[in-house]
């Protein structure tokens, strides 16, 4: 079972003051959604930057199943084990929906049918049928297109969904749909689903809620 845990995290940008998190330490396990709540400028966003493997903390540790990021390669760490949906979607305009998923695979050298193969699949378990699959995203709803995005981030085989803000540009039906969706890749298919969010139904609908303020974490 994955787990990701930190240990006295600290982080600071530079020519910074303070710090942006400090003394961090908490446990987000696979078969459960967590959310992360808190003002803009708490320090969530650099959290989930580090559990990216996007950076490194100044001080403490992250470890992936007892095994510390620092002593692992941090592209092989992205490319595996981790994947960020965004709140801006971030999909490529002129790729199809299948295009977008198979985008990933293609590029970590899998043959473009095999890709198409698992690409169909993750999009049906996302609720995106055959006749959308051709479909620029410009032609699909913004629930839609983030169900796409949840695809492609499946698509690697990755086991930790890190989603920043994954509601913020839906509506109300939209939204509930979403973290379904999250809620269900957690307790269902076993994921570890992690969420930064200021949408309250988001914190409802998880397993565990931590808050950020002013850099430090606390369980709610």
């Known amino acids: 079972m994955v787990a990701l845990t930190l240990e006295h995290v600290s982080y600071r940008y530079k020519k910074a003051a303070q710090n942006v998190l400090d003394g961090v330490s908490c ?11 808190g003002p803009s400028g708490s320090g969530k966003t650099t959290l989930l930057s580090l559990l990216a493997g996007l950076d490194r903390p100044g001080n ?3 470890l992936l199943n007892g095994r510390d990021l620092a002593a692992m390669d941090l592209d092989d760490y992205r490319r595996q084990s981790v994947s960020v949906i965004f709140q801006a979607f971030q999909l490529f305009p002129l790729l199809t929906a299948l295009e ?5 695979m293609e590029l970590n050298g899998l043959k473009k049918k095999e890709a198409e193969v698992r690409a169909r699949a993750q999009l049906e378990a996302v609720g995106i049928g055959k006749g959308k699959w051709k479909r620029y995203p410009a032609r699909l709803s913004g ?4 169900r796409v ?3 492609r981030a499946l698509s690697s085989g990755a ?3 890190l989603a920043d803000e994954p509601t913020g540009n839906l509506d109300g039906e939209n939204s509930r749909n979403i973290v379904d969706l999250l809620r269900n890749l957690a307790h269902e298919g076993g994921y570890c689903v992690v969420i930064v969010t200021h949408d309250p139904t988001v914190a409802e609908a998880s397993d565990r809620v931590y808050r950020m303020e002013e850099g430090r974490l606390r369980s709610v």
Do not use: S
């Not at 629930?143 to 983030?146: F, I, L, R, Y």
């Open 159 to 161: 086991r930790i969904l």
């Open 143 to 146: 629930g839609e297109q983030q």
């Open 60 to 62: 403490g540790r992250i």
């Open 27 to 37: 446990r987000f396990e696979a078969g459960e959604m967590t959310a992360v709540v």
């Open 100 to 104: 977008n998923v198979c985008f990933p």
């Open 149 to 151: 995005a949840i695809a």
